[in-house]
């Protein structure tokens, strides 16, 4: 598994779908525990409290820069990290996010001129040793990452969201046109992570249907809960901490629509994922197992039962053998309880997804 990076402009994102006032999921709202995690705020959302003159701030600049071209293609040739020249766009990246005026940096003007910053100066050193030395992901430093037309919060202990994962909304949204009847129902997004998937889906459904996400992590709950609320969606998505189908017991039968991103990568390929993979992300959200596939059979089997007649399904998974294995199992272990399996690619090419529906 390895991280991609695309990050568009800031200011062609964030657009907020707002709720109907009128429409009330009581039983599914975003509540957190009182011993959740307070999720941190992403950097370009937080207000410009500290400053730096020009010149120290070019000062840092320079010194990131060269940090940054130190590497080369070190990181790339170990295991397929990012190379200098990435890493220079991330540095870029990380001034727009942290300063105000961030163009008065490639400006002529004095050096003693003040600019704003979201954070202290002292800290910009810090994160960006953490990037080059650590290899703390560029996610998790700047505290989001840009996904479908969304910018969710992120931060360490949350899987971030890959953009192939982005196809499991437009599945969904192919179901629904084919079948308006899923479009009333209730669909759950288990293993939620950062809520992308669910908030994707929530957006699909707009004034009908609502979404219920559910997470193992309490970290992942509050930063779910918190991106759900960034998006005006709390009272279409409720959010519930607790083990893939066990917050759901009390709808068994009745889910319009099941999707999940779930862990699939084998126990011994951990080791040899790169080091912003294997090292930071939560091993929660990768490891499934000797064979990568114990969390993908457990969903299918409980697929079964959790899925109301016609409802639809979507998981995602390592690549051809996992699909295949998985539509193998569903075929002769759940026999008569799927119908019009498919194994779906990614925008590469790799068959990387399972759908179905529940037979009725």
Known sequence: MRLAYHRPSLSLLFPIFHANPKRSISNFSVSLLPTSPKPQIPLF???????????????????AKTLASSVGSKFSESDNGP????????LNWLVEDAVETHHLLSSHGEDDVEVK??????????LWKQRIED?????????????RDLVL??????????PETELIVDLVGDAIRENEELKEGL???LGTGSGAIAIGIGRILRSCGRVVAT???PVAVAVASYNIQRYNLQDKIGMKLGSWFEPLKDVEGELAGLVSNPPYIPSEDISGLQAEVGKHEPILALDGGASGMDDLLHLCRGAASMLKPGGFFAFETNGEKQCRILVDYMQSETKGSFRDLEIVSDLAGKQRFVTGFRSR
Do not use: M
């Open 45 to 63: 959302l937080r207000p410009p409290t500290y400053s730096s003159t020009i010149s120290e701030l070019r000062k840092w600049r320079k010194w």
């Open 215 to 217: 997470d193992l992590s």
């Open 153 to 162: 919060s992120v931060e360490d202990g949350v899987l971030i969201p890959r």
């Open 135 to 147: 290899r703390r992901p560029f996610q998790y430093i700047v505290g989001c990452e840009h996904w």
């Open 117 to 126: 910053l979201r954070l202290k100066l002292e800290d910009l050193y810090n």
């Open 187 to 189: 669909w759950a997004d």
């Open 83 to 90: 190379d200098s020249t990435l890493l220079l766009r991330e």
